[in-house]
Structures are given as C-alpha cells and as structure tokens.
C-alpha cells in the first residue's frame, strides 16, 4: 500500500492580530476527503486543514507485512518572510523538535495524541512575528505544504500628561489612553513590545494594576527589581491613587495622519482650526505612533489633539534618531507656535 | 459543518486507534526535544553549473552526517525548482528507500547520480531552455533537515526583440509567445545582466522572465536615461502583466539542427522565401536560431535575408565594410513589405 497525501489549501489567506495576543493554526489530516475550514474569532485563527490518504494503486497489504506507522509522518512549520525562511518547529515519531527561538511561545495542540492534527499555539505575538506560515507534512516520498498570511498590528507606547511626569492615578491613566486613540496595555504586550525591541525608563501603569517598564540596556536609576539584567521590570500591583505615567496600546486606526506644511506659526488653537478648514482634526498621539509604526516620516514638530508637539522619525538621520518619535516639545524650535498635525476619517 | 463534524470524528477515531496502539503517549502528550546543534548539513561543491539545450547536467548536493551515528536507513532526497515568486517552488524529483518520483516536464529526464549513500546530487538530460533557473535540493533525515540551492545555467545569447506590430507592443504574455515564436524563451535579469558585462547596449525597454522591465547601457547618452548616469541596467521595476508593452529580451541557446543561407539564382518575396525553404526540405529560419548560429557558431554571412517573422536580417561575425563596419552583429533591415522581391533567405533544418 502506497500513501498519498494530498490537496490542503487556506480558505482565506490573510489575518490579523494584535500584538501581544496568540494565534493558534489548526491543521487536521485524516482519512476523509480533503477539505479546509479558517475560523476567527477575537485572537484566535483556526485553520483545520485535511490531507487524504489514499491508496494510489490497488495493492492489497499482505497479511503480516508491515503497516506504515501512523505517526511515522513529518511536520514542518516555518515563518517565510522575502529576507528569510526560519524554522519553527518540526514533528516525527511522537517527537517534536523546537527551535531555541520559539521555544518558550510555540505549542503543538494535540499531537502527538491525535497524531494526525498538526495545530500549532503560538503565544505572545509581535511585530516580527507578521508574515507567512507554512506547514508542511510529509509521509514517505509523498509531501504537501498550505500557508497562511498573518499580520500582527498595533503598537504599546509609553504615555504621560503634558504637565510633567508621574501624575496618572490608574483611572485617569486609563482615560488618557483612550483619548489617545488607545487603551491601556496588557502585561503581555508590553512584554511582545520589549521582545520586538521597545525599551524605556518611565514606570507606567498596565491593564492589571500593576506598574511596570521595559528595560534592554540597564543603566543605573532604571535597574529596578532586576538589577543589571535586561528584561520588563515590575513594582507590582500599586494602589490604584499613586500617580505614574502610562503604556498604552493602539491597534488600529480608520484614518490617516498628515503633516500641514505651512510657512505660518500656528497656536494649539490656530492649529485646530486648521485641520478644521482640511476637513479633518487634529491627530492624537495613540495616531501619530500608528502612523509612525505605517512608516510616517516628518522632520518637523507638530500640533497633536493633547496639546502635546511631535514628530515622527523613520529616516530622516537629521532631525532626532531615526526609528523613534520625537516628543520634547519644549526642545524645538518652532515652540508652542507649530504647524498641526491632522487626521482624517477615510 | 457536517464536513467538519466528520473530520473531527475521524481525528477522534484515529486516535482511538492509536491509543491502542501506543498506550503510552496519552500520558507522554508531547515531548519537546532540543538538540546540540544540526548533525546533518547539505552542501554542493559548486553553485553554478553551466550547459546547454540539448546537453546534460549534475547539480551536485553532498550530504554531510555526524560520523559517529548509525547510517541512516531512510532519507529523503527532494529537489524543487525555484520561481521568482518566493513562496512558490516546481516539484522535480523526490527518492525515498527504494522510491522515486519525477515530476511534470522532468519525468523521464532526472535521476540521481548516486556515487555513493551521501550524494544527492541530479543529473538532468536533454536540458531545454526552460531548465533554466536556480534548483534546492533537500535532504531530511528524521528530525532533522538541510537544503541547498544550485543555479543551472546555459550556454547562449540574448537578444532584443520586437515583433512586425512595432516597437512596444507586448505585454508580457505576447512577450512570452513572441520569445517561443522565434526558438527562445523570455531571458532571465541575470542572462541580461551577464549581456552587459559583455558589452550590450540597447535603448528599448524590454521585458525580463521576472516580470520587470529593465534594458542595458554601456554608453550613457540622454534618451537612454541621461548623459550624466553611469553605465548600468535601466530598471522600470515590476509592470502590469496585462496592461504595459514594451519589447522583450529573449534568450536561446544551441539547437540540434542547420542553420544556412540558400542559395537562390534570384532575389526572392516572403512567401517565395518560405517556399523556397521547404522545397529544400527545411523551413524558413526563426530569430533566435540565426542568433544562435551567429554568437554560438560563428556564422557569418554578408546577405539580408527573410526570416519567419517576416523581418529581414543577415548575421557578421567578421565586421567589415558594407557588412557591418564597426562590430560583430546581426544587422537588422527592418520588416519590409512582404511583397518586395529584394532580399535573400536563410533556413533551418532540424535533427529529429
């Protein structure tokens, strides 16, 4: 008897999730008919893919030869992006083998007790962690692959009042993230945050109550609970009044964020007049860092609906390190006198 | 949903089956291994090998396995083709044990050399243009895996092309046609690249086999991108399949057969041309086999003459004077009117 795997292929091909959130791709084999089925439902994808195997000539087994082992097939999973192919994991013989880069986030679900389901867990999502999964499975000479395209957006930035730092009670910390186009982050984002590279040494408060900071390069001052060890640092849960700055999480936005170019001096006020006469408003900040995130680049501060003045930098060697947005508005030149930053509903 | 529900009874229904026959993985669930680094690697002793139509070719791929364990009883060996899209690779030929497998235009072409237990390595026969192209070779042994990728080149000549209709009218499909049209295939950047190494310089844009737009200049002067630039290949970038024409660059390599120029007591029309060709039982000759015949053979030949396409061209190894004072080309006339008895003809004889 010859074995032949055959036909899998996504229902849909493209998702989308949160950083810090999980997915799970499940993908099913049995002896049925091939068939595939994507669900999503909040942080989840299920993709339940099926790979027949058929009898490819008729050959009848001959009492006492050898069966093929059922477990005796191979899972590949790997994440392709257009630089590279890395490896995720692979799976044979009731063994799963785990890259040391995965190997904390990555779970099969059910293997090897339903040996013929090769679902993947994958926990604590970031940034990088965008792009293209593929699984492949192999039985003998016979493979097939399937892929799905998933996107990881949203971005934890740190936040505080334009007064000056540490003066957020939990509840206005909070409210200051959802005036912010945001909410306040989850211990887990923050934690994807740090682990795509997001480092700051400002405490600020989290979804759970606690107070907490992501540290890579500890310097003294920001060594808190961990010393000179990188990693998020924690004060633990506070009491809801004492007063710190926030992380927040914008996910996404409808709009997009333009700079207004004017050789005019704006005031806040002037500022929001003219976004107004633009047919839109101004920009808040939780905006400005998802379309700094999209690959915004201004060499020039500018109004946001906080009353706070930024710029967004991802090239411009220039004007601030690239890659980071420029906050210390009264640093700049143009002062409390700068063009807005708008935003529009699209 | 039924189809899910059945799917999901089926897994279950495995399962059982399993649990009686591996009792112990219910409480084993899954094992997580990590090992000392890879025990197994592929490699190829060269990155490139060069051939040509009609020829032979090993791609080598050598598998290197820790020493001090047992030999392996079954790896599987599997070669794929690339494509310029990323995500997508051609099946070409897969050996398990005492298994085999070739695919698609392969089948009957591939085997593995097979010097030893450890040398994956492919040898392809009867190597056509369209084997052209970058190949991975694969070898898993148990857990563990490697691959590496050997590129497959040919001996040949690219040459630009633009049919009767004029200058920038393919889209990339009529492109492809055209190249087939003439005994070619669409060329590669690479093939293109390695053209203006050798000192090509052409002004018209023309479509490469990746789907962009791109052509060759030694000598920067203004129409061609400016006088100021430097030497380089002027890309356009990725174009629309369907909606952007351009010319196109095509590519051929040597054919099995004769290319000659007949001799005729008269100057000859088009249709006399193919006319005559069949009379002296071959057919009137395509594009790219008298540029095969001209870069590959050295074929040299100071009179215009019809070709299947209704262009009139003649083919100068040796440059001189009225032939093609300056290089060695093949000098273009045009696509003159089919009716005008003023030109010779050069035809083809395949060896099937």
Do not use: Q
């Given at each position: 008897m010859k074995v032949n795997t055959c036909c899998i292929s996504t229902f849909s091909s493209s998702s989308v999730y949160n950083n810090g959130a999980f997915l799970v791709f499940l993908v099913y084999f049995g002896q049925s008919a091939p068939h595939v089925r994507m669900y999503q439902n909040n942080n989840r994808i299920k993709a339940k893919i099926n790979l027949t195997f058929s009898q490819r000539d008729n050959t009848v087994n001959e009492p006492g030869s050898p069966t093929i082992s059922p477990v005796s097939h191979r899972i590949k999973w790997t994440h392709v992006t257009k630089e590279k192919v890395t490896p995720i994991l692979v799976a044979s013989e009731g063994k799963v083998y785990v890259e040391v880069e995965y190997l904390d986030r990555v779970m099969m679900v059910n293997y090897p007790v339903v040996p013929t389901d090769a679902s993947v867990e994958i926990t604590e999502l970031r940034s990088k962690d965008s792009g293209i999964y593929r699984c492949e499975v192999m039985h003998g000479i016979e493979d097939d692959h399937d892929s799905v395209d998933i996107q990881v957006q949203g971005i934890v930035f740190h936040y505080r009042a334009i007064s000056t730092r540490y003066t957020l009670t939990f509840e206005k910390a909070k409210a200051a993230c959802i005036q912010n186009s945001a909410a306040i982050a989850t211990p887990a984002q923050l934690q994807a945050a740090y682990d795509d590279g997001y480092h700051q040494c400002d405490a600020g408060w989290l979804s759970d109550e606690t107070v907490r900071y992501p540290i890579h390069v500890p310097r003294e001052r920001c060594y808190g609970d961990k010393e000179t060890f990188p990693g998020v640092r924690t004060y633990g849960v506070r009491d809801v009044n004492e007063t710190y700055d926030v992380y927040c999480f914008a996910e996404k936005m409808s709009g997009r964020v333009f700079y207004s170019t004017s050789v005019e001096k704006f005031t806040f006020y002037e500022a929001r007049d003219q976004c107004a006469k633009l047919g839109a408003r101004l920009a808040t900040t939780g905006e400005l860092y998802l379309a700094w995130k999209a690959g915004m680049d201004v060499c020039n501060a500018g109004w946001l609906s906080d009353r706070s003045v930024r710029y967004p930098v991802n090239i411009s060697q220039h004007c601030s390190p690239p890659h980071s947005i420029f906050t210390n508005h009264l640093l700049h030149s143009c002062g409390s006198f700068c063009p807005p930053l708008c935003g529009v509903i699209e | 949903m039924i189809a899910v529900l059945i799917c999901v009874l089926i897994s279950l229904s495995v399962a059982d089956k399993l649990d009686d026959l591996y009792p112990e993985l219910e409480q084993s669930r899954t094992i997580y291994v990590v090992e000392n680094g890879p025990q197994l690697s592929v490699v190829a002793e060269q990155s490139k090998v060069v051939s040509r139509r009609g020829g032979n070719a090993t791609l080598p791929c050598k598998i290197q396995r820790d020493q001090s364990l047992a030999p392996n009883r079954k790896m599987r060996i599997k070669w794929t083709k690339l494509t310029s899209d990323y995500l997508k690779e051609v099946d070409v030929f897969v050996a398990m044990d005492h298994h085999k497998r070739s695919y698609g235009s392969f089948h009957g072409r591939v085997h593995l050399q097979?010097?030893?237990?450890?040398d994956a390595s492919l040898v392809i026969t009867e190597i056509t243009l369209e084997d052209y192209g970058r190949y991975k070779c694969e070898v898993i042994d148990g857990l563990e895996d490697g691959t590496v990728v050997v590129s497959l080149d040919l001996e040949g000549v690219i040459f630009p092309y633009f049919p009767r209709l004029g200058r920038y009218n393919l889209n990339f499909y009529d492109a492809e046609r055209a190249c087939r049209d003439q005994d070619a295939i669409v060329a590669s950047f690479d093939q293109l690249y390695d053209a203006w190494r050798g000192g090509m310089d052409w002004c018209n844009a023309g479509w490469l086999s990746d789907g962009s737009v791109q052509y060759p200049i030694t000598t920067p002067r203004e129409p061609c991108g400016g006088k100021n630039t430097v030497p380089g290949i002027r890309n356009y970038g990725l174009r629309d399949k369907d909606k952007n024409h351009y010319d196109v660059f095509c590519f051929t390599s040597h054919y099995k057969g004769r290319f000659y120029y007949l001799i005729q007591p008269s100057k000859l029309t088009y249709d006399e041309a193919v006319k005559a060709c069949q009379k002296d039982g071959a057919q009137i000759a395509k594009v790219g086999q008298m540029y095969a015949a001209w870069k590959l053979l050295g074929f040299d030949r100071c009179d215009a003459g019809w070709l299947a396409d209704g262009s009139v061209r003649y083919p100068i190894s040796n440059p001189r004077r009225r032939c093609s004072p300056t290089e060695a080309a093949v000098r273009f006339s045009g696509f003159p009117d089919k009716k005008h008895k003023l030109y010779g003809v050069y035809c083809f004889k395949g060896h099937d």
């Open positions: - | 097979g010097f030893s237990p450890m």
